[in-house]
């Protein structure tokens, strides 16, 4: 069944009938046609390729199985990380990405700036893919028990709760491991960025689009509403970055403050190679070292999440 989901990934752009997508490789040979240096994305992969690799990644996400929309026939339509449906799907292996900025052409029309967000969203999007999965079939359908070292029962049930609504802070392994792959995205995209010499746009949303797949955005520039005159998905994106980066990257750090004071990046780093191997078990010593015996559970397990009677 995953065989034959995996060979037609047509259900997903359907959530988006007016983009049209095309695997990542045609869009860059497209874009290159028409006078648009990729160095940037390609050199950015390269960073990413060495980097994880470390890390105990074996392969990166096949570009080919990379989807990227644009040339949109939807007034208005603006694209980039935070635009929404979009994102690795695990069942099918595919990652459905938009162009950053107005959909409604062929070419980005900020092509450096785009470059930086399909990084991003690239190498992010590689860690959902390299993280350890384990699927058991339950009545004919494929159901997936580990993603990384988050755990699901084949009656839903998740290891960890959802965080309270507004929490600064997060005891959800979903959350966690979204900020691991999104750290990792963002600072290889900074890394490139600095190397081509890219920096931020005049205009308020590219500027904090620039901060934002670069992780340097500041405290203000999460609060900051940002109205853009004329084009509603713009003004919804800038909230939808707003909300990401509160809800994920700002949680993320600020769990790593809380449970690694001084050590935030080797715990980042424990916390990826966990991630990659699905074997918690030399982050958990880790962590006992640090805090006693059973942190992980302690930290993530949801007290029903072993209840009698749940069963699919």
């Given at each position: 069944?995953l065989?034959?989901m995996?060979?037609d ?9 007016a ?15 028409d ?15 060495r ?13 080919e199985?990379?989807?990227?929309g ?19 799907r ?41 993280s ?26 998740s ?26 995205a ?13 920096t ?34 713009q003004?919804r ?31 980042h780093?424990?916390?990826?190679s ?11 010593a880790?962590?006992?070292e ?6 992980f ?15 699919a």
């Amino acid at each position: 069944m995953l065989a034959a989901m995996r060979a037609d990934a047509s259900p997903l752009m359907g959530k988006h009938p007016a983009h049209v997508f095309r695997p990542l490789p045609e869009r860059l040979s497209a874009w290159e046609a028409d006078g648009i240096d990729t160095a940037p994305f390609r050199d950015g992969v390269e960073i990413a390729n060495r980097r994880y690799v470390g890390h105990g990644l074996a392969k990166m996400l096949p570009l080919e199985r990379v989807l990227v929309g644009c040339e949109s026939s939807r007034a208005g339509a603006f694209g980039g990380f935070h635009h929404p449906d979009q994102g690795y799907r695990h069942l099918q292996m595919v990652a459905i990405i938009t162009m950053y900025g107005p959909l409604d052409r062929r070419n980005p029309e900020c092509p450096a700036l785009a470059l930086l967000d399909l990084l991003r969203a690239y190498t992010h999007d590689c860690l959902h893919y390299g993280s350890r999965r384990r699927y058991v079939e339950v009545a004919g359908v494929p159901v997936r028990t580990q993603y990384g070292i988050n755990y699901r029962r084949t009656s839903g049930q998740s290891y960890s709760a959802a965080d309270q609504r507004g929490s600064r802070y997060t005891r959800n392994l979903g959350i966690v491991m979204e900020g691991v792959c999104d750290k990792e995205a963002r600072a290889i995209t900074r890394q490139t960025a600095a190397h081509f010499g890219v920096t931020e746009s005049s205009d308020v949303l590219g500027a904090l689009a620039f901060r934002d797949v670069t992780g340097t955005l500041a405290e203000e520039d999460t609060g900051r509403v940002v109205d853009v005159p004329g084009s509603e998905e713009q003004t919804r994106y800038a909230a939808a970055l707003s909300g990401y980066e509160k809800g994920v990257n700002r949680r993320y750090s600020h769990f790593l403050e809380e449970f690694a004071p001084g050590e935030e990046s080797e715990c980042h780093t424990r916390l990826l190679s966990a991630i990659i191997s699905g074997d918690v078990g030399a982050l958990g010593a880790w962590l006992d070292e640090r805090h006693g015996p059973g942190t992980f559970a302690g930290l993530f397990r949801t007290p029903g999440y072993f209840e009698p009677g749940l069963t699919a």
